[in-house]
Structures are given as C-alpha cells and as structure tokens.
C-alpha cells in the first residue's frame, strides 16, 4: 500500500449545527480543523472516513472571549500559534501559552487548533507507522489486529495520550465545551478522557468540542516536557503546574501527559508554607507523580526513565514557580 491519501468527501459548515449534522449524518465521518494530526492518520492507514468535516470555516470556534466569572473562553478553533501570541493567555495563564509553544513546530502551530490538539489520538511506537510496517507486524489491537505488543497478556490499548495541551489547561481548572445532536454540555477537562489507548475521549458520535472555560488564574503557572528531539517531537512526557496561593500556604495543581492514555491530574494536597522544609516538600510531591503515572513500552525510550524525569520535571517546574529553584 502506498502512503497516498485515500478517497474521501470534503464537506465546509460555516456554523456549529451543520458541522453537527454532517458528522451526525454519516457514522464514518470525522472532524478536520487544522489536519496536522488526522491528514497524517489517512495517509498512514489509521483511520478511515468517507467524509472530512472541515471546521476551519466556523468563524464562532475561532473566538475568545472573557468568560462570565471573569475567567476566559478559548474556541476549539483557536490556532496553537494565536494561543502562544495572545498576551492575556501569556500573562494569566502561562502553562497554556508554554505548552502551545512547544507543540510541533512553528508551521504546524499556524493551522493547529486548541480542538485538535484536546482530541488528538492517542500514541505508540506499534501504532504511528506506515501501513506496511504494521502489517508485517499482524497489525495490534488498537486497529485491526488481535494482540497488543506493549502488553500481550492484557485486552486494552496502552497508548499513550500525547498532546501537550490537556495537562496546561487541567492545571488550570479548565472545563471543556461539547456540542452535538442533543445539544450542548459542559464537563471539568479532567473527566473528557478515559484510560484507554483505543477509546480515550468521552465524545458521542455526532459531538464536537466548541470551546474551553478557564476560571480566573489565582497563582502563576508553567509548562515543560522532555523529548527526544528538542526542536519539534511529541512529549515522552510533559507536566504543567499552577499555583494556588491561600491562607493555609500555597498548593499546586500538577497535570501531567505522556505517560499514560489520558492527561491525569496528581493528587497532592498538600500545602507549602514558610515553615516548611522545602527538600521535604517537593522530595513528597516527587513521590506522588511517580506514584500516580503508569508510562508503558509505547515510545523508544524506557518507561522507567519517563517515570522518573517526569516526577523531577514536576519539582523543578513546581520549585521555579515559588522561588526556590533547586
Ligand atoms: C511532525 C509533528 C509533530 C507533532 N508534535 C506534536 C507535539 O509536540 N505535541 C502535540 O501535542 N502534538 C503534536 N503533533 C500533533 C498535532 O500537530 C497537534 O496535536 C495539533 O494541535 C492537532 O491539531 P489539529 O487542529 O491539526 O487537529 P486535526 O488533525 O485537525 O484533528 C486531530 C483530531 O481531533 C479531532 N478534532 C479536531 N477538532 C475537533 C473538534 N473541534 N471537536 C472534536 N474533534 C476534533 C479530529 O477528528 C482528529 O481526530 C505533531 C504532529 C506532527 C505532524
Ligand atoms: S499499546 Fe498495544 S494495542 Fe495500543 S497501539 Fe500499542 S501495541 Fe497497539
């Protein structure tokens, strides 16, 4: 099979509700908004459509707007590289604008959309190859084969979830907007992905993603990743961290992808405060990523060094962010 792009429809919505009827209208079709990602899956034989759905004429999802808490809303059309520029995101949200700026590269980041990047599928070195490769290999579970080579003995897909986006959002509280044929609904990001490298979104045929709601910022934020290569790779692993100031001291919200089929949010409570010992402190919150990821065999590199630079990824980020670089 040559890595050509098979046949299909294009249809152009120019609002939300065609764009709902055309997916809804046909079961293969799929959404399309700046192609980086599923153009790639067409050519290599990963997905299949009769019909691609173009969003990128829906002039309401490239809207940003100030949100009715005071909060904002970003609309899954917005580009990575409007995200990265737009200076309230840099100066309220800046995990958001770091992990925008670190998707692909500067061309991809043009045409690539918030929406795309929430929806992107999952990952791993058995499953992003070309077609021929993948047949030589009886394919895997995930599509079309009958065994899954990270974990042979199990019955689900270990694919990674690799978008940089979810976990700076989730840090920030973000919840996700959903159109579709029974209308619209609201849900925290957090809960919009499930561990399963096959089935990763909580997204109903017919649905697509509208917008993202940030509730206003209370602390500060970053966002870092490791990577093979560091001028344009997905993230072996990425982790994004905000601060949450209170009167108790300050506590961190961490979020982490890469390591497992969904982005996850650590559970780590605890609060930092004047008294604290500080090696003690981010030494625990270390801890408590390498507890909570699970990386598999699904890139090249060791899941165990994934483990590990992640959790001290997180305390370094989580250091920068209060003054205390180790
Ligand atoms: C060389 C290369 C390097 C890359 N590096 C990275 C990286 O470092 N980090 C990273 O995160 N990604 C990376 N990507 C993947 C991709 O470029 C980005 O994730 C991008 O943000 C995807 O957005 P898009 O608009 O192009 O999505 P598309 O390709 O248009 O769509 C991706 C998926 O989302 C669905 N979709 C799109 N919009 C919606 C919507 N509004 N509602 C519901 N479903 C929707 C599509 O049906 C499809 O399944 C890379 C890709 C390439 C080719
Ligand atoms: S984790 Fe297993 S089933 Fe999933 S893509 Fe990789 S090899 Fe296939």
Partial sequence: MTEVLPQFKIVTPDCVEAAIAAL????????????TDIVV?????LSETGTLVDLTGIAALRETATGADGGMVIGAGVTLAAIERMPEIGERY????????AV???????VATLGGNLCLDTRCVYYNQSHWWRKSNDFCLKYRGDTCHVAPQGNRCR??????????????????EIAGPDGTRRLPLAEFYHEDGAAHLALNPGEIVVAAHLPPAGGVSDYAKIRVRGAIDFPLAGVAVATEPGSAGTTFR?????????????DFPDALTGESNADAFFAAMQKAVQKAVSPQRTTTIAPHYRRLS?????????????????
């Fill in 24 to 35: 809804a209208g046909a079961p293969d079709a799929r959404a399309c908004a700046g192609g």
């Fill in 41 to 45: 899956a067409l050519r290599k034989g």
């Fill in 94 to 101: 800046p995990a958001i604008a770091r992990a925008a700026a």
């Fill in 104 to 110: 692909a590269g500067p061309t991809h980041r043009e």
């Fill in 159 to 176: 694919a990674a979830f690799s978008g940089d986006m979810a976990p700076a959002l989730m840090a920030h509280g973000a919840e996700i």
């Fill in 254 to 266: 961490i979020a982490v992808t890469g390591t497992n089929s969904k982005p996850l949010l650590v």
């Fill in 310 to 326: 992640v959790s001290a990824l997180t305390a370094r980020v989580a250091r920068g962010l209060v003054g205390l670089a180790a």
